[in-house]
């Protein structure tokens, strides 16, 4: 897994930089300035889930030059050499987990949020068989959760 390991080395006093570079040309990316201030951004905070938005926000914070669609395109092309996971609600919110081990996910309504749900607290039972020809990656599960209204 890419992204624990990047995450591991990044934590370990280990030059972030060369890591990130590293990592980046072993899964064929170019190691732009982008792409290494992106991942720094992803990374130095340990595992969490975040927006396309919320990363083009913390990068312009932090005084990095990028466009939107330059944040999209990474976490795309992260989440393809398998730095990243990306998990979908709704089917218009997308979050990216820095996280790749296989888990299941809370969604706060309230606060539109992503949480691990804890692991081995979900168990999936019957997975149908996939189509002739085809196999089954994963499953992603999506528990919608918000408050309990007092009253």
């Known amino acids: 897994m890419h992204g624990a390991r990047i995450h591991h080395e990044m934590h370990h006093g280990a030059s972030k930089a060369r890591d990130i570079k590293m990592m980046l040309r072993d899964a064929g990316l170019r190691p732009t300035r982008q792409r290494i201030a992106l991942a720094d951004l992803l ?22 030059p990028v466009s939107l669609a330059t944040v999209y395109n990474t976490l795309h092309q992260f989440t393809q050499a398998g730095f990243l996971r990306e ?12 996280n790749t081990s296989d888990h299941h996910h809370f969604f706060n309504e309230e606060d539109n949020s992503v949480v691990d749900i804890p692991g081995g607290s979900l168990a999936i039972d019957d997975i149908p068989e996939a189509p002739e020809g085809m196999e089954i990656v994963r499953v992603d599960v999506v528990v919608r959760i918000r408050p309990i209204e007092r009253g």
Do not use: C, W
């Open 43 to 64: 990374y130095k905070h340990g595992n969490r889930h975040i927006s396309a938005e919320q990363l083009h926000e913390e990068a312009i914070s932090a005084r990095v």
């Open 87 to 98: 998990v979908a609600v709704d089917g218009t919110k997308t979050y990216f987990d820095t």
